[in-house]
């Protein structure tokens, strides 16, 4: 990794772009280092010079976008909002505006997510399912919130469990489709998030 991170930045993200499209398009089994190597307008070589392994570049991808998104969030996340649903839209805002910007980050982890092959399955779910992945989106749904306009009987730690799953099924909808609308997708998910708010917050909060 260390001779992969010492290439000039434009380098860096000109491979790191074409392993996301290739692995996001064609899943990682029938995705091969001259695919990607061929995309990035490298030598097959050079893809074993700088990550070793297939499988270990492909594990630094998954790495590297979680690391995007939180880089992200901590810069543009207004932690000011007590809102519970205010919190979520904003950080999905924030989420489709990344996946914008880098368009087959989106490909790449919803086929990363549900990726089966054995040689990295347990890898890739370690990292999908870390305290550390957990925390964090802990800590942007709940720290700061003011809980007290949810309905006295609603928990909004089971909410976060409905909307994490909603989450879900949304990329498995996603991975069916060869392109995705993510403004749509972000609309019908805050049509969603005002159905909830207005089901579950107390009156006088609506």
Same mark, same amino acid.
Request: charged share 25%.
């Given at each position: ?7 000039? =930045?434009?380098?860096? /993200? ?9 692995? +996001?398009? /064609? +899943? ?14 490298i ?14 570049l492909?594990?630094?991808?998954? /790495? ?13 996340f ?25 368009p ?15 040689? =990295? ?11 550390? +992945? ?7 749904a ?13 928990d909004?730690?089971? =909410? ?8 879900? +099924? ?28 207005? /089901?579950?917050?107390?009156?006088e909060?609506?």
């Amino acid at each position: 990794m260390e001779k992969f991170l010492n290439l000039p =930045v434009e380098k860096q /993200n000109t491979i790191i772009d074409a392993a996301l499209t290739s692995f +996001g398009t /064609n +899943g990682y089994k029938k995705t091969s280092a001259r695919d990607i190597a061929s995309a990035a307008g490298i030598s097959k070589a050079m893809i074993f010079h700088y990550f070793g392994t297939k499988k270990s570049l492909y594990l630094y991808l998954i /790495n590297l976008c979680g690391n995007i998104f939180k880089n992200e969030m901590n810069e543009r996340f207004d932690n000011s909002i007590t809102d519970f649903f205010d919190r979520i839209v904003l950080a999905t805002r924030i989420e489709i505006s990344i996946m914008k910007k880098h368009p087959a980050i989106f490909s790449f982890l919803t086929s990363a997510y549900f990726e089966s092959d054995s040689e =990295v399955k347990v890898d890739k779910d370690a990292i999908f399912s870390s305290s550390e +992945g957990k925390n964090f989106r802990s800590k942007i749904a709940f720290k700061g919130m003011d809980a007290s306009k949810f309905k006295d009987d609603v928990d909004p730690k089971l =909410v976060m469990k409905m909307l994490t799953l909603f989450g879900y +099924g949304c990329i498995n909808m996603a991975s069916s489709k060869v392109s995705v609308n993510l403004d749509s997708l972000c609309k019908e998910f805050e049509e969603c998030i005002n159905l909830l708010k207005n /089901n579950l917050y107390k009156k006088e909060y609506l």
